[in-house]
């Protein structure tokens, strides 16, 4: 695949980079290897310094890692310095609350007397994506290395300038080499190192599709896995909800980072009660959006990431409406140069409709009226993913009722589903297996070993 920085502002392309040759990706895994053979035998305060050097080097240096989201996948200037301080966190997190997550467990057993603890697996492999590029990396990168492993990581073909970048962090963080490898390589050299015996672990943030070839190789090979794909998350809005401040969030929720997020907001189900003032007020402000420069502060509607990713929805879109969805407002390619697309709604959507089960990762909501609230549980769980959703009433016992009926990993109350660093991130269904962040993040590439004492005879 190609390793190119395309600006999607005006699709001019700004640079190139190889792939690794053979002997290239040989030598990385021999010094993940040889790196994992040292690492694992440090203390965590050692990881804690390197991992905090790390973060406190994104703080000062801010703009110099968001130009780059910016210029590569679009991401809007502001929110791009978001995810600068956001990916800090997420390591400052990590490097102050590794040592007590992973701490020995005592057990009680009947006789004499039992441990648990926690051991690093080794070499671990990340497939990773563009929406988030250093969030992405961040959260599988801090948890590992604070836990003893190390990391590769084959990062999105379109954000190769911010994957050196964080590459390049760690080594000036003072990470031996090996500690953390960017891998710019091929499908099918991401299959070998899947097949390795070195890779003891692999993770994949991504589609479904990519998941399914991810996780079927790792399982072929017995070695653990953990997928984040994508998601279709219901934001539920019932009689009672403050409307202005739902509708708020309902735009930050369809509109952050463009809509190109796997928890973003894709059906909004509102009963019918709120339904048409919902919909008037939602309509308007995403038509009140404005497209330009994403290095512009004052811009309110980015680009997406990509042309290929602009002409799937626009696609997606077409045969929704072939298939009997009503066009709201938006639904065309802006006439402009980049990769911009009208903020689009669509109604009337069948259980027979394309887009009724399918991701649409883009500026495009699906909006669903409904009777009550027990419709709108049904609604929500009518889904093949499961990753996040939201509720929006006044009433949090209710809200909190509504939320324990949803079939997903994570549900919102009166916010968007959003992420932080001591809160888990994952979801079921097609949406994936395994855990991110908070302190269940870091337990799932570490071997829970038991450790038993006991003066017992042989007879048992």
């Known amino acids: 695949m190609a390793y190119q920085s395309i600006n999607p502002f005006d699709g001019k392309l700004l640079k190139t980079f190889d792939e690794l040759t053979d002997q290239q990706l040989e030598t990385s895994l021999e010094n993940a290897e040889s790196c994992f053979k040292s690492w694992q035998h440090t203390s965590f305060m050692e990881r804690a310094t390197i991992v905090a050097k790390a973060a406190a080097i994104m703080r000062e240096r801010i703009e110099e890692f968001a130009r780059p989201v910016t210029q590569e996948m679009g991401k809007l200037i502001d929110q791009a310095r978001g995810e600068v301080l956001l990916s800090a966190d997420i390591l400052d997190y990590y490097a102050e609350n590794a040592e007590r997550f992973l701490a020995t467990e005592q057990l009680e057993p009947n006789s004499g007397e039992a441990t648990i603890e926690s051991a690093p697996f080794g070499v671990l492999f990340g497939v990773q994506p563009w ?30 300038q911010c994957a050196i970048a964080f590459e390049k962090l760690w080594l000036e963080a003072g990470a031996p080499v090996g500690t953390y490898t960017n891998l710019q390589i091929s499908h099918e050299q991401v299959a070998r190192v899947i097949d390795d015996p070195r890779i003891k672990g692999v993770a994949l943030t991504g589609s479904l599709e990519a998941g399914k070839s991810v996780a079927g190789r790792a399982g072929q090979n017995l070695k653990k896995s953990t997928m984040e794909l994508g998601g279709n998350d219901a934001f539920i809005v019932l009689e009672d909800a403050d409307l202005d401040k739902t509708v708020a969030w309902a735009v930050w929720a369809k ?9 973003a907001a894709k059906r909004f189900i509102v009963v019918e009660a709120l339904a048409e003032r919902f919909l008037e007020k939602f309509q308007a402000a995403l038509e009140s959006l404005k497209p330009g420069d994403p290095m512009d502060s004052a811009t309110n509607l980015g680009p997406l990431s990509t042309e290929s ?40 959507i069948k259980p027979t409709n394309s887009a009724f089960r399918e991701e649409l990762f883009g500026p495009v909501a699906l909006f669903f009226k409904v009777k009550n609230e027990e419709e709108a549980i049904a609604l929500a769980n ?20 509504v939320a324990s009926l949803i079939n997903s990993g994570m549900v919102f109350i009166n916010q968007p589903t959003w992420t932080s660093p001591d809160l ?19 337990h799932e590439f570490v071997n829970k070993k038991l450790v038993r004492i006991a003066s017992i005879d042989a007879s048992l």
């Open 131 to 160: 929406n988030f590029p250093y969030y992405q990396i961040a959260r599988f990168a801090a948890p590992n290395l604070m836990a003893g492993n190390v990391v590769m990581v084959k990062h999105a073909g379109c954000v190769p």
């Open 255 to 263: 509109m952050n980072n463009t809509g190109q997020c796997c928890i």
């Open 309 to 348: 990713a602009l002409i799937q929805l626009l696609d997606q879109i077409e045969r929704a409406v072939a298939d009997g969805a009503t066009l709201v407002t938006g639904g065309k390619r802006i006439d402009r140069p980049g990769y911009f697309l009208q903020p689009t709604i669509l109604t009337n």
């Open 382 to 401: 009518d889904s093949d993913f499961g990753l996040g959703g939201s509720v929006f009433t006044q009433d949090i016992a209710r809200a909190k009722r």
């Open 424 to 442: 888990p991130f994952g979801g079921i269904k097609n949406s994936g297996y395994g855990r991110e962040l908070s302190s269940l993040g870091i």
